[in-house]
């Protein structure tokens, strides 16, 4: 992780590469960017909790089913 003048450089040489009027835009895109990351990691996780319940739940009734024949 870049410390001190390493980050002072590296935004200096970004200002350069993208010019001053187009930064705005690049950080919004950039944090639009990372909430729709983050929603997705929490859909995810949420679907797989609901998956992991739906399988034990189906084995608890395979389970109940063949302990019956």
Known sequence: MPNGW????????IALLF?????PKLARSLGSAKGEFE???KEGE????????????????ESTDTSDS
């Open 46 to 61: 949420t679907k797989g909790s609901k998956d992991s319940k739906s399988e034990s739940d189906s084995k608890a009734t």
């Open 6 to 13: 390493e980050l002072v450089i590296i935004l200096g040489i």
């Open 39 to 41: 929603k997705g990691l």
């Open 19 to 23: 010019g001053g009027a187009k930064l």
